[in-house]
């Protein structure tokens, strides 16, 4: 929402570029002006934040881990089917 506020240009266009609907970033730039916000996080959300990315760097690691393993499980298959 800072962006939209910092640099002038048209909530449209930031939604445009998003990928997300127009009504949607409007309504998000309106409820954070009302709210009166800086734009800036809080200590909790911060907290908040730091555990999303911490549970989501843990899920890209498995999801390798299980690429990888599928990768040996085929390559075994088409040994095992010779």
Do not use: H, Y
């Amino acid at each position: 929402m800072r962006i939209v506020a910092e640099t002038g240009k048209p909530a449209a266009e930031f939604a445009r570029e998003l990928g997300i609907n127009e009504v949607t970033l409007a309504t998000w730039v309106s409820r954070a002006r009302k709210a009166g916000g800086d734009g800036t996080l809080g200590e909790s959300e911060c907290e908040k934040l730091a555990r999303l990315r911490q549970l989501a760097n843990e899920q890209a690691r498995c999801v390798r881990e299980l690429e990888m393993e599928r990768a040996v499980l085929k390559r075994r298959m088409v040994l095992w089917a010779k």
